[in-house]
Nanobody
Framework: QVQLVESGGGLVQAGGSLRLSCAASGRTFNSYDVAWFRQAPGKEREFLAAIAFNGGNSVLADSVKGRFAISRDNAKNMVVLQMNSLKLEDTAIYYC???????????????????WGQGTQVTVSS
C-alpha cells in the first residue's frame, strides 16, 4: 500500500510560485502513476497533472499548461508540482494521488487513482 503526504502549500501573491511535494511511503511506490488534483470551495475536484511510474510520460491539464510542471524522483519517493505564475483562481486544496494502471495512458479522473493524500491548501492573493 502507498501512503501520500502533501506539503508546500501556503499563501502566495498572484504571479508568484509555489512548489508542492508529495512524499510517498511503501516499497511499491515506483510502480504507481501519480497525479495532482485540486478542489476549490464549492467546486468539483479538478485534475491538474499526472506522471507515469517511470517518469517517462506526463500530462498537464490545459488550464495549467505553461505554468505548472510535474516531476518525480523515485529515489526520494517524491513527486513535485512546480506552480508558477499563480492566479487567484488557483486557490484550492491540492491533493496528490497514486494508482496502479496496467496501461501507458495516464488517468485524468478520480477513479483512476486509489491512494490519496490529505491535501495542502494553496491560497493566492491579489
Amino acid at each position: 500500500q502507498v501512503q501520500l503526504v502533501e506539503s508546500g502549500g501556503g499563501l502566495v501573491q498572484a504571479g508568484g510560485s509555489l512548489r508542492l511535494s508529495c512524499a510517498a511511503s511503501g516499497r511499491t511506490f515506483n510502480s504507481y502513476d501519480v497525479a495532482w488534483f485540486r478542489q476549490a470551495p464549492g467546486k468539483e475536484r479538478e485534475f491538474l497533472a499526472a506522471i507515469a511510474f517511470n517518469g517517462g510520460n506526463s500530462v498537464l491539464a490545459d488550464s495549467v499548461k505553461g505554468r505548472f510542471a510535474i516531476s518525480r524522483d523515485n529515489a526520494k519517493n517524491m513527486v513535485v508540482l512546480q506552480m508558477n505564475s499563480l492566479k487567484l483562481e488557483d486557490t484550492a486544496i491540492y491533493y496528490c494521488a497514486a494508482g496502479f494502471r496496467p496501461t501507458i495512458r495516464l488517468g485524468v479522473g478520480r477513479e483512476d487513482y486509489d491512494y490519496w493524500g490529505q491535501g495542502t491548501q494553496v491560497t493566492v492573493s491579489s
